[in-house]
């Protein structure tokens, strides 16, 4: 099983990045996919989720009507787009899949917003 992000960087607040998640060694459809993230010092949060079965999304309070969490099971990718970013996003971005029985996790990405 692999979960493996890209697309963190450094940007500009205000400015918009765009991160993906490919998976692969698991029946990707079949799985609830996330995007957490944790900043130094503070604890893993949810940022969005999007369901297996009808593409049901939702969001962390911070980043609701900025991100959209998005998901190609063709591709068996997930992604997240984060406009209008803001200093207070600045963290590691983990993908998670998730189903009743099992839960991976990616090695992480970092997205620093700093001007």
């Known amino acids: 099983v692999q979960l493996v992000e890209s697309g963190g960087g450094l940007v500009q607040p205000g400015g918009s990045l765009r991160l993906s998640c490919a998976a692969s060694?698991?029946?990707?459809?079949?799985?609830?996919m996330s995007w957490n993230r944790q900043a130094p010092g503070k604890e893993r949060e949810l940022v969005a989720a999007i369901s297996s079965a009808y593409g049901t999304t939702n969001y962390g309070d911070s980043v609701k009507g900025r991100f959209t969490i998005s998901r190609d099971n063709a591709k068996n990718t997930v992604y997240l787009q984060m406009n209008s970013l803001k200093p207070e996003d600045t963290a590691v971005y983990y993908c998670?899949?998730?189903?009743?029985?099992?839960?991976?996790w990616g090695q992480g990405t970092q997205v620093t917003v700093s001007s």
């Open positions: 060694g698991f029946t990707f459809s079949r799985f609830r």
């Open positions: 998670k899949a998730s189903s009743y029985w099992n839960e991976y």
